[in-house]
């Protein structure tokens, strides 16, 4: 069992050794849930994409009772898992999909918030296409938020700026950086 404190929040999850960051959240992770309430607090249709045991998506759930949170991950066991997680912290508003990428969410629903701590490890095309059907996944003014190891910055500020125009930097210690992106008519 982790048990994890965000900003007051008391959540707590079970998990896999064969999962990403089994024995706590990964501090990357944190940085990311916590940007979301500086940046985009507002959100009413959000996907956490590549969830893992759940905790970004759960996390974003539970703080917006009114959104309608989608959790995908291509993992049958972490879908389990975070399936499970949900349960067990008392979350209604989250669906939890396997799904390969946005493979197997619905195309009529647009997103106003796609967050990831994605795979850097599988091939970069994998990263690439997430971005790239991010964008055609978010309703105008939707954010894209992503946390990565900060030696990849300078790949990820590039992927974003060439699919949406233009990119910041949210957050930045010696290990990870988020990233935000939004979405506007060219
Ligand atoms: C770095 S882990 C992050 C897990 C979790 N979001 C966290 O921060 O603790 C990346 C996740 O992406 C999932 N993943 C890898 N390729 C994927 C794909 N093509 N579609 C969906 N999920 C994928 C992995 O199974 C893994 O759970």
């Known amino acids: 069992m ?11 999850f079970e998990t896999l ?8 959240l990964d501090n990357g992770t944190r940085s990311l849930v916590e940007a979301i309430k500086d940046v985009k607090p507002d959100y009413q249709n959000a996907l956490d994409w590549g969830t893992g045991w759940g905790a970004i998506a759960i996390y974003m759930a539970k703080t917006q009772p ?3 949170v989608v ?15 949900a349960e067990q912290n008392g979350v209604t508003n989250l669906s939890v999909v396997l799904s390969h ?16 701590n ?15 059907q991010s964008f055609e996944r978010l309703e105008e003014n939707g954010a894209i938020l992503i946390v ?4 990849l910055k300078p790949w990820i500020s590039k ?28």
């Open 118 to 132: 994605p795979p850097t490890h599988r091939g970069r095309e994998v990263v690439e296409d997430m971005i790239a």
């Open 2 to 12: 982790v048990e994890v404190n965000v900003d007051g929040l008391d959540l707590k």
């Open 66 to 68: 009114s959104a309608n």
């Open 159 to 186: 992927q974003l700026s060439r699919v949406f125009g233009d990119h910041k930097v949210i957050t930045r210690s010696n290990k990870h950086v988020v990233l935000m992106s939004t979405k506007v008519s060219q």
């Open 101 to 116: 990428g946005f493979d197997e969410v619905d195309k009529d629903i647009k997103f106003d918030l796609i967050v990831s």
């Open 17 to 24: 050794p064969d999962l990403f960051s089994p024995k706590k």
């Open 71 to 85: 959790a995908v991950d291509s993992d049958i066991a972490a879908i389990k898992t975070a399936t499970a997680n």
């Open 148 to 151: 990565v190891e900060a030696r």
